[in-house]
């Protein structure tokens, strides 16, 4: 059963401090799209890979958050130094590079920074 | 640019009864619309989508959406609702014409809808 999977879950953080939060794309995906999700704001589409590139970035605080793909089955969102305004769900999701292609979404990793 | 409407935050059904959950989109090109529904604590999950052709698409669950290009709408449906549906419903549009005239294929969520279906 393929998904997409990310790590970690959760995670609680005091601010100043790093997070690093994971993706593993279903395998043969070669989009992956980072989201974050908030009350207030909803769904946002913070980064967008394409065979690993970085296509659009321009949903994410450049200054604290950095976005990259390492190799086909890692992707990774990090943030330094986090801030409480960070805290949010965040969604990792893969697909196909077809237009007609859905996004496979993540369980998405609840980061609470205190 | 591209942008989805979800009218209403929240829709109230009684188990049984059809549903409705709305949307409305805005493109510069063709739209590809999706349906996602969330359940608690738990990542998206795509329940049906309109590329062309038939106005109404079948998906997931006994859900069905229909496609109005007059109306820029495609309104999330089901004949009759369980209370097992209540979750929160994400709307979700891919301009076409963007993404052939340089963009990519980004795929742009509503606010959501959540559905509250009650026994």
């Known amino acids: 059963d393929a998904r997409v999977t990310q790590t970690p879950r959760h995670k609680v953080t005091e601010m100043g401090q790093e997070v690093t939060m994971r993706c593993q794309p279903i395998?043969?995906?070669?989009?992956v799209f980072w989201y974050r999700q908030t009350m207030m704001q909803g769904l946002e589409l913070l980064a967008y890979?394409?065979?690993?590139?970085?296509?659009?970035d321009s949903g994410m605080p450049k200054d604290r958050f950095s976005a990259e793909m390492p190799d086909a089955t890692l992707a990774t969102l990090k943030i330094q130094p986090s801030e409480p305004r960070d805290s949010a769900v965040y969604f990792c999701?893969?697909?196909?590079?077809?237009?007609?292609?859905?996004?496979?979404f993540g369980q998405g990793t609840r980061l609470t920074v205190v | 640019a591209q942008s989805v409407a979800q009218p209403e935050d929240q829709v109230n059904v009684a188990e049984g009864n059809p549903l409705t959950v709305k949307c409305t989109y805005s493109?510069?090109?063709?739209?590809?619309l999706f349906w996602y529904v969330q359940y608690p604590n738990r990542g998206l999950q795509f329940l049906l989508k309109?590329?062309?052709?038939?106005?109404l698409v079948k998906g997931s669950y006994g859900f069905e959406a229909e496609f109005n290009k007059s109306q820029t709408s495609f309104h999330l449906k089901k004949p009759s609702a369980l209370v097992s549906d209540s979750a929160l419903y994400f709307c979700?549009?891919?301009?076409?014409?963007?993404?052939?005239?340089?963009?990519?294929?980004?795929?742009?969520f509503g606010a959501g809808t959540r559905l509250a279906v009650h026994p």
């Open positions: 999701a893969s697909g196909t590079e077809g237009l007609r292609s859905e996004a496979f």
């Open positions: 309109y590329i062309t052709g038939d106005n």
């Open positions: 890979f394409r065979n690993r590139a970085p296509l659009d």
């Open positions: 395998l043969g995906h070669n989009t």
């Open positions: 979700a549009v891919r301009d076409i014409g963007a993404a052939f005239s340089g963009g990519y294929n980004k795929l742009i």
């Open positions: 493109v510069s090109g063709n739209p590809y």
